[in-house]
């Protein structure tokens, strides 16, 4: 069974500090994992986009990385700002495309304290 | 451009009554997929509907069903409420239905059933 697993569940941080999120996945065959970033009662956004070949990519202020081997990934958050208090929820793609090949985190819930 | 919008924004229904939800995608996007969120929980997927046709499934129950118009918009019809149905319901849309095609969501539709 395809499963993505996020650690912490929750995370509280002072503005203006780091942090790291991470999602370990099982899902077999891979074709690509998202992190989107959902605001308390909103639909989620996208934040980054990784295919197997890729290791890292950044949006602003939001690096992902991709270790395909170990089947990790991780979302670190630079200065982190009070608008960054959201849950952020890794999604694992399988090859055979579709949103029924989509397996969603639970999410971690971030709380960025002034 | 408009993003994905889904209506009404809340609803409140009570046990063994039927609710229709409502999505518009966005501009030239033709696949519309449906997701369940319960609280603290990664959202699930129910359907996928590309150029009118259901192209994904998930594991959900008959008394929930969807259908996509000609524009496609879409809609998503849950008969005999149960008190478990009770979500925040997501749509998303897409240009296609899967690969590294990013989906956009909604805010989502918050059902509460009593």
């Known amino acids: 069974k395809n499963q993505v697993e996020q650690s912490p569940q929750s995370l509280i941080i002072l503005e203006g500090k780091n942090c790291t999120l991470q999602?370990?996945?099982?899902?077999?065959?891979?074709?690509?994992l998202r992190w989107y970033k959902q605001d308390t009662g909103r639909g989620p956004v996208s934040l980054t986009i990784?295919?197997?070949?890729?290791n890292t990519k950044s949006n602003g202020r939001y690096t992902a990385t991709l270790d395909a081997d170990t089947k990790q990934s991780s979302l670190h958050i630079t200065a982190s700002q009070l608008s960054d208090s959201a849950s952020y929820i890794c999604?694992?793609?399988?090859?055979?495309?579709?949103?029924?090949?989509?397996?969603f985190g639970k999410g971690t819930h971030l709380i960025i304290q002034p | 451009d408009a993003g994905v919008t889904q209506s009404p924004t809340h609803l409140i229904k009570t046990r063994g009554q039927q609710v229709t939800l409502r999505c518009s995608p966005i501009s030239g996007h033709k696949s519309v997929s449906w997701y369940q969120q319960v609280l603290g929980q990664g959202p699930q997927f129910i359907f996928q509907?590309?150029?009118?046709?259901?192209?994904g499934r998930g594991n959900f129950p008959d008394r929930f069903s969807a259908r996509q118009f000609p524009n496609y918009s879409s809609e998503l019809n849950v008969n005999a409420l149960l008190l478990g149905d009770s979500a925040l319901y997501l749509c998303a849309s897409s240009l296609v239905t899967g690969g590294t095609d990013t989906q956009y969501f909604g805010p989502g539709t918050r059902l509460t059933v009593l």
């Open positions: 999602c370990n996945y099982t899902v077999s065959p891979f074709s690509n």
């Open positions: 999604v694992v793609s399988d090859s055979g495309g579709g949103a029924d090949g989509l397996t």
């Open positions: 509907y590309y150029e009118k046709e259901e192209r």
């Open positions: 990784m295919t197997f070949s890729e």
